[in-house]
């Protein structure tokens, strides 16, 4: 149960950070990607 709460908690938390970076554009996000951050493998970008 615990690992589940974790991965939900993980997703969650995408998901608010994707609605943010939505905000900013997604046109420039799928450009540039994240800046200053590393590749995440499985991430459709």
């Not at 939900?8 to 799928?30: A, R």
Request: net charge positive; proline share 9%.
């Amino acid at each position: 149960v615990q690992e589940v709460n974790k991965v939900l908690k993980q997703f969650v938390e995408m998901q608010s950070m994707m609605k943010k970076l939505g905000k900013l554009g997604k046109k420039g996000f799928m450009r540039g990607g994240f800046p200053g951050m590393p590749k995440i493998p499985g991430m459709p970008f």
